[in-house]
C-alpha cells in the first residue's frame, strides 16, 4: 500500500506539471500574438496617418470616397466593395463587364466603385493598397475604367503581392492610351491617394460587409444571389429605366 500511495504521489507530480508548462506554453504564445497584433497595428496605424485624406477627381458619396462610372443621371445604380488582390472581385468584373460596360455607356446603370484593402490585412503586404492607389490616379486622370479592367486582366495570385510594386503599377499603364504620364507616375509613386484607400477601407468595417466583392443593387447584395446572372441583371436595370 505505501508503494501504490507513492506511485500515486509521483504521478501527482508529474500530471501537475504538465499542467503548469502548458500554462506556461498558452500564456508566452499569447503573448507572442499580442506582440504580433501590436506591431502590426503599429504599422497600419502609421500607414493610416501618413499624409492628408486626398479623393480622386470626380470622387462622390459620402466622404468622397466612390469612384462613379456612369451617368449621374441613370436611374439604377451599383455599389461595388472590391479589391484588386482579391480572385472573386476578378471572377465578378470578368463575368460582368461586358453588361457593365453596355448600361453604363447606355447611360441606364451608374457603378459606384469603393476600393479597399482586405486582402493586404488578410496575407500582408500593400498590393491592395497600391493597386488602388494607382487606381485612384487613373480617375485623376479621367482614365479609370480602362485602368481598372487592366488591373483585373493582369491580377497576380492572391497570395503574390505583386502590385505592391509602382514599377508594376505603371507598366500596366501602358495598357492604357494615354494614362502614363509624369503625373501619373508621380500620383503613383508618392502615394497620394493612400490615405483616401485607408479610409474607405475603414467605412468598409464600418458596413460590416461580409468580404468582397460587396455587390448592391437596390440595398440588396446581388453577389449572394446565387439565382443572379448579368442577363437577370440587365433586364432589372431595364425595367427601372422604362420606369
Not at 505592391?164 to 500596366?172: G, H, T, V
Not at 495598357?175 to 484607400?197: A, E, I, Q, Y
Request: proline letters at 4%.
Amino acid at each position: 500500500m505505501a508503494a501504490e500511495r507513492e506511485k500515486q504521489k509521483s504521478a501527482e507530480k508529474r500530471r501537475r506539471a504538465l499542467i503548469v508548462g502548458a500554462s506556461v506554453v498558452c500564456v508566452l504564445g499569447l503573448a507572442a500574438v499580442i506582440g504580433v497584433i501590436a506591431a502590426n497595428a503599429g504599422k497600419d496605424k502609421g500607414s493610416k496617418d501618413a499624409g492628408p485624406v486626398v479623393a480622386p477627381s470626380g470622387a462622390q458619396g459620402k466622404d468622397s470616397l466612390a469612384i462613379p462610372v456612369g451617368k449621374d443621371g441613370a436611374k439604377s445604380t451599383l455599389t461595388v466593395w472590391e479589391d484588386f488582390r482579391c480572385p472573386a472581385c476578378q471572377a465578378f468584373e470578368t463575368r460582368y463587364r461586358p453588361v457593365l460596360h453596355e448600361l453604363t455607356d447606355a447611360g441606364k446603370l451608374r457603378v459606384d466603385y469603393h476600393l479597399v484593402r482586405l486582402i493586404d490585412g488578410n496575407l500582408g503586404g500593400t498590393g491592395s493598397l497600391r493597386a488602388a492607389n494607382a487606381a485612384a490616379c487613373a480617375q485623376d486622370a479621367g482614365k479609370f475604367r480602362d485602368y481598372h479592367d487592366v488591373l483585373y486582366a493582369n491580377q497576380p495570385q492572391e497570395s503574390d503581392d505583386a502590385f505592391a510594386s509602382d514599377d508594376k503599377l505603371i507598366q500596366l499603364a501602358g495598357k492604357v492610351p494615354g494614362l502614363d504620364t509624369s503625373s501619373f507616375r508621380s500620383c503613383v509613386k508618392d502615394g497620394t491617394h493612400n490615405s483616401w484607400v485607408n479610409r474607405s477601407q475603414q467605412a468598409f468595417e464600418a458596413g460590416k460587409f461580409g468580404g468582397t466583392p460587396t455587390v448592391l443593387f437596390d440595398g440588396k447584395n446581388i453577389y449572394q444571389d446565387q439565382s443572379m446572372t448579368p442577363e437577370k441583371l440587365k433586364q432589372m436595370v431595364e425595367a427601372a429605366d422604362r420606369g
